[in-house]
């Protein structure tokens, strides 16, 4: 998906948001200092295979997601990372690393941490490194209607494998 169709996507819904401008900033730390946000409020989204299915995992980017957690929460037998590589080309004309959580578009289910849905707001890339979506968590609820679980911890916790 396009930037111009993720625009596209959310007018048709009513949902409200806003673009905010970034620069092509590797890192949450520095996005969040480039934009003026709070990590808890910018979601991390990472890919996962959950039972054998692609998911969407996403949480605040002050956390790290762990696997184990998540795994035990969700109620699967496994959960794994996904490469890029993987799951690329079910998202099409994103950025590699910039998908928007948004599984419901793509047919994936997507699961957010408890923590991102205690925010008035949520910020996600945009499908490009240059460009976030802020939009109420409400409108983001109705939108994606994640599956709310704990999944991530504290950056200093390692990820763990499960």
């Known amino acids: 998906m396009s930037p111009s169709r993720l625009r596209r996507y959310l007018d048709k819904r009513s949902i409200q948001y806003k673009l905010v401008p970034n620069s092509l900033i590797a890192t949450a730390q520095g996005v969040t200092v480039d934009v003026h946000v709070s990590r808890h409020e910018l979601a991390k989204t990472v890919m996962v295979k959950a039972d054998g299915e692609l998911a969407v995992a996403i949480f ?42 948004l599984g419901s578009l793509y047919g994936v289910e997507i699961f957010a941490d408890e923590k991102l849905s205690r925010n008035k707001e949520v910020i996600f890339n945009a ?12 409108d983001f609820e109705k939108l994606t209607r994640p599956k709310i679980i704990s999944l991530a911890k504290r950056r200093r916790a390692a990820a763990t494998a499960a």
Request: aromatic content about 10%; hydrophobic content about 40%; overall charge positive.
């Open 60 to 101: 605040p980017a002050s956390l790290r997601i762990d696997l184990k957690l998540f795994k035990r929460e969700a109620g699967f037998r496994s959960v794994k990372l996904v490469t890029e590589d993987a799951f690329h080309q079910r998202f099409p004309q994103t950025q590699a690393g910039a998908m928007p959580p």
């Open 127 to 138: 499908c490009s490194h240059h460009e976030l979506v802020r939009m109420p968590w409400r």
